[in-house]
Each structure stands twice: as structure tokens, then as C-alpha cells.
């Protein structure tokens, strides 16, 4: 079974701080992504990558950056935390397809972080 | 656009009964998926139906797809307390390099 899991479940930041949040996936898959969930916003996506070192913008990529150095390893960076940024994370992994198909196949999600920012 | 949208947003039902839940879509697609989210957990994925089927099984789930009226359906048969949770569906297709999410149906299932 694919196993897509997440540095931490819950964490709590202060205005300003730095944020790290981790995804690692087992399964050798090409594409990773991350999303944020937010009550009557569904789910919304902030970056992906399909390869080692590529990097898309989603969504909603402000106030973000992403880091893709090992294929298994997908982390998002929070510059600067910011209230608004409040929410549930939520990462995901696929397999590899043809250019026009990364985003066919079935996306695996790991459990997600909730972060807090004060 | 959003390019899934779920109705009804909420549903409440006794055990072993049937839940049904719809997915609206904007623009053609070439695949559609439903996933399942326990609370305050990540999504599972369900069924993908591609475009060019009607209908399909896994268990107690039947999805169907229209593609001439844009739409698609989720089907639990026989349902449990176990089934509840919020179910999404998630188009690919129309152009869009994305898959996107609707907002959700959050089923609950009473013991």
C-alpha cells in the first residue's frame, strides 16, 4: 500500500515564524502535491512538482515556496507565518504518467498537518 | 471555476439505508474520482470512472457518470455507521492541468 505521511499532525507557530511542513511517500511516485482544506472552501492547491526538482504553482501559491531535493520528499515552506494561514495541509503523492496525464491518476493523501499560527 | 460541486452538502441517514450523492462539472473531462475524508483526516480515494464509462462498482459503491448531462453519482448501498464522513468528488479534464475538488458531501450515517 502507498503510505504518504506527514511530519507532524498538529503544530502550533507564532505570527512571523518560519514554517516547515514535511511529506514523504513511499511508493517511488513521480508527482506530489500540496493542498490546504478550509470549512466551505474545499480543497485548494498550493504547489506541485512532477519531478525532482520542478515545481508548479497551484491555486494559491502566495505566501508559500516549495523544496523538492529527493524524489520521496515534497516540503512546503511558510515564509512568514500569517494568521490567514491557518488550516489544515494536506499532501499527496501520484504516479508518474505522460505530461498530459500527471494529474489523471489516483492521488494518495497523507493525513495532513493542522497548523495553528497565533 | 469550480469544476466539481457535490449535492447535497449534507445528508443524514439510518443504517442500511441507501445514500446518494451527486458531483456537478463544468467543462468535459477526461476522468472523474471520488474520495472519502474520516474527519480531521486525509482523503482516500474510491473510484476514478473515466469519461468513456457509464457506470462502475467496487463493493458496496456504484458510480455512475453522465457525461452528456455533466454529471456523476455516488451510490452507497446498505450503508454503516462506518460510512460516515465527507465524500468528494474530483474532475480531470477540460483543459485544466488540475484536478479539482469540490466542496464536499458530509454523510452521516445513524446506528
Known amino acids: 500500500d502507498v503510505k504518504v505521511t506527514q511530519s507532524s499532525r498538529y503544530l502550533v507557530k507564532r505570527t512571523g515564524e518560519k514554517v516547515f511542513l514535511e511529506c514523504v511517500q513511499d511508493m517511488d511516485h513521480e508527482n506530489m502535491f500540496w493542498y490546504r482544506q478550509d470549512p466551505g472552501l474545499g480543497l485548494r492547491l498550493i504547489y506541485f512538482s512532477y519531478d525532482v526538482k520542478m515545481k508548479e504553482k497551484g491555486d494559491i501559491p502566495e505566501g508559500y515556496s516549495v523544496s523538492r531535493e529527493k524524489k520521496e520528499r515534497f516540503s512546503l515552506i511558510l515564509e512568514s507565518a500569517s494568521t490567514n494561514q491557518t488550516s489544515m495541509y494536506l499532501c499527496?503523492?501520484?504516479?508518474?504518467?505522460?505530461?498530459?496525464?500527471?494529474?489523471?491518476?489516483?492521488?494518495?493523501f497523507g493525513p495532513g498537518t493542522r497548523l495553528t499560527v497565533l | 471555476s469550480q469544476q466539481g460541486e457535490e449535492d447535497p452538502q449534507a445528508l443524514s441517514i439510518q443504517e442500511g439505508e441507501n445514500a446518494t450523492m451527486n458531483c456537478s462539472y463544468k467543462t468535459s473531462i477526461n476522468n472523474l474520482q471520488w474520495y472519502r475524508q474520516n474527519s480531521g483526516r486525509g482523503l482516500v480515494h474510491l473510484i476514478l470512472i473515466r469519461s468513456n464509462e457509464r457506470e462502475k462498482h467496487s463493493g458496496r459503491l456504484r458510480v455512475t457518470l453522465d457525461t452528456s448531462k455533466k454529471s456523476s453519482s455516488l451510490l452507497i448501498t446498505a450503508s454503516r455507521a462506518a460510512d460516515t464522513a465527507s465524500y468528494f468528488c474530483?474532475?480531470?479534464?477540460?483543459?485544466?492541468?488540475?484536478?479539482?475538488f469540490g466542496k464536499g458531501t458530509k454523510l452521516t450515517v445513524n446506528p
Open positions: 499527496a503523492s501520484s504516479r508518474w504518467g505522460t505530461l498530459a496525464h500527471h494529474w489523471a491518476d489516483t492521488q494518495y
Open positions: 474530483a474532475a480531470w479534464g477540460g483543459g485544466s492541468e488540475k484536478l479539482v
